[in-house]
């Protein structure tokens, strides 16, 4: 599972500051999917990204993008 930086959080849920970062889970059928990581494993949402836990992979687009954008040239080069 390739994993990207860490980022700080105001968490609504645990009321504190948490460290979040984007990372990947593999899938034997598709592409890995992206998922939002929490650093707080007691919680009780952890792992899930639904209500009410506010992590989603929105908060990551800028690094989805830069990602997504970094694939497609390494493929384009690839086919010339």
């Known amino acids: 599972m390739r994993k990207y930086g ?7 849920v ?7 970062r984007l990372t990947r889970r593999p ?4 592409q890995p999917s992206y998922f939002a990581q929490c650093d707080q494993a007691d919680c009780q949402y952890v792992e899930k ?16 993008r830069e990602i997504e954008d970094r694939r497609r ?8």
Do not use: K, Y
């Open 14 to 20: 645990v009321r504190e500051t948490v460290r979040i």
């Open 49 to 64: 990204n639904e209500p009410p836990c506010p992590l989603n992979i929105g908060m990551f687009a800028d690094v989805i």
């Open 6 to 12: 860490w980022r700080e959080f105001q968490c609504p």
């Open 73 to 80: 040239a390494a493929a384009a080069e690839a086919s010339e």
């Open 27 to 30: 899938s034997f059928d598709m």
